[in-house]
C-alpha cells in the first residue's frame, strides 16, 4: 500500500484509540506508527543504496515489531501510557496491510538470511509519480485531509470561522460515500484477475483487496461517527 493509504489507516486506528481513551495524543501517535516503516525503509535505501537494496527491510520485519512492542510494554509498565502501544500496533498493522508474509524472507529476518536485493529506480521521483497516478491514492488522502480538516473546524477560534455542523456533516457523507464506492472498485478489481492486470493501482489483486477493506471500512466508520469534534487534534 502507499502513503496516503496508510496514513488514512493510523487516522482510523487513532480515532478508535481516541474513542476508548479520550487520549487526543493517540491520533498522531498512530499515524506516526503507521507511517514509520515506509519513512524508515525508503530512507535508508536512498541513503544506502549499496548496502540496503529494497524499500522494505528493518521496518518492515517481525524484528522490529517486536522491538517497539517491547518498547511498548516498558512505557506502559513504567508510566501506565498505551501511547507505546498504539505507536507499535500500528507498525504492525502496517506490515499486515503490505501482506508481509508473503515475503517471508523480510518479514522473519533474519532467520533466512539477509534481505533480498531489489534494484531501486527512479528514486523519490518514482514514488512521487506512483502516489500521483494512483486514483485510489487521491481518495484517501482526500479523506485524511477531511478528517485532519473537519476535527479542527468543529469549534471557532479567535479570528477564525467555523464550518457549520450541518455543512461538515454534507462533506463527511460525501467523504464517505466516496469512501464507499472507491472500496466497492477496489474490491471488484482485486477479485477479478483480468481487471486487476489491466488496472494496475497496486502490486497484485491481494494488495488491491487490501485497499479495498481499508476503503469501505473508513466508509463505515465516518457514516457511524456522529460528528469529528475538534478536541481531538487540539
Given at each position: 500500500?502507499?502513503?496516503f493509504?496508510?496514513?488514512?489507516?493510523?487516522?482510523l486506528?487513532?480515532?478508535?484509540?481516541?474513542?476508548?481513551?479520550n487520549?487526543?495524543?493517540?491520533?498522531?501517535?498512530?499515524?506516526?506508527g503507521?507511517?514509520?516503516?515506509?519513512?524508515?525503509?525508503?530512507?535508508?535505501?536512498?541513503?544506502?543504496?549499496?548496502?540496503?537494496?529494497?524499500?522494505?527491510?528493518?521496518?518492515?520485519?517481525?524484528l522490529f515489531?517486536?522491538?517497539?512492542?517491547l518498547?511498548?510494554?516498558?512505557?506502559?509498565?513504567?508510566?501506565?501510557?498505551?501511547?507505546?502501544?498504539?505507536?507499535?500496533?500500528t507498525?504492525?498493522?502496517?506490515?499486515?496491510?503490505d501482506?508481509?508474509?508473503?515475503?517471508?524472507?523480510?518479514?522473519?529476518?533474519?532467520?533466512?538470511?539477509?534481505?533480498?536485493?531489489?534494484p531501486?529506480?527512479?528514486?523519490?521521483?518514482?514514488?512521487?509519480v506512483?502516489?500521483?497516478?494512483?486514483?485510489?491514492?487521491?481518495?484517501?488522502?482526500?479523506?485524511?485531509?477531511?478528517?485532519?480538516?473537519?476535527?479542527c473546524?468543529?469549534?471557532p477560534?479567535?479570528?477564525?470561522s467555523?464550518?457549520?455542523?450541518?455543512?461538515?456533516?454534507i462533506?463527511?457523507?460525501?467523504?464517505?460515500?466516496?469512501?464507499?464506492?472507491?472500496g466497492?472498485?477496489?474490491?471488484?478489481?482485486?477479485?477479478?484477475?483480468?481487471?486487476?492486470?489491466?488496472?494496475?493501482l497496486?502490486?497484485?489483486?491481494?494488495k488491491?483487496?487490501?485497499?479495498?477493506?481499508?476503503?469501505?471500512?473508513?466508509?463505515?466508520?465516518?457514516f457511524?461517527?456522529?460528528?469529528?469534534?475538534?478536541?481531538?487534534?487540539?
Open positions: 500500500m502507499y502513503l493509504a496508510h496514513l488514512f489507516t493510523g487516522l486506528v487513532g480515532l478508535g484509540f481516541f474513542s476508548l481513551c487520549d487526543r495524543r493517540l491520533v498522531p501517535v498512530c499515524v506516526a503507521s507511517l514509520f516503516p515506509d519513512l524508515l525503509d525508503k530512507t535508508l535505501v536512498f541513503l544506502i543504496p549499496g548496502l540496503i537494496g529494497s524499500t522494505r527491510t528493518i521496518g518492515h520485519t517481525l515489531a517486536g522491538v517497539t512492542a518498547a511498548a510494554l516498558i512505557v506502559w509498565h513504567r508510566y501506565r501510557s498505551i501511547i507505546g502501544i498504539a505507536f507499535a500496533g507498525v504492525l498493522v502496517h506490515q499486515l496491510l501482506l508481509m508474509w508473503t515475503q517471508p524472507v523480510t518479514w522473519f529476518f533474519p532467520l533466512h538470511g539477509m534481505f533480498p536485493f531489489v531501486v529506480t527512479g528514486g523519490f521521483l518514482q514514488f512521487l506512483m502516489e500521483l497516478t494512483n486514483p485510489s491514492e487521491w481518495v484517501f488522502g482526500l479523506a485524511s485531509a477531511f478528517i485532519v480538516l473537519g476535527g473546524a468543529g469549534l477560534g479567535p479570528g477564525s467555523s464550518l457549520s455542523g450541518r455543512s461538515t456533516a462533506m463527511q457523507y460525501g467523504v464517505a460515500c466516496l469512501l464507499g464506492i472507491t466497492a472498485w477496489l474490491i471488484m478489481t482485486g477479485m477479478d484477475p483480468v481487471s486487476a492486470t489491466g488496472t494496475v497496486y502490486a497484485g489483486p491481494d488491491t483487496l487490501v485497499a479495498g477493506v481499508v476503503a469501505l471500512s473508513g466508509a463505515i466508520v465516518l457511524l461517527v456522529p460528528s469529528l469534534k475538534r478536541q481531538v487534534f487540539l
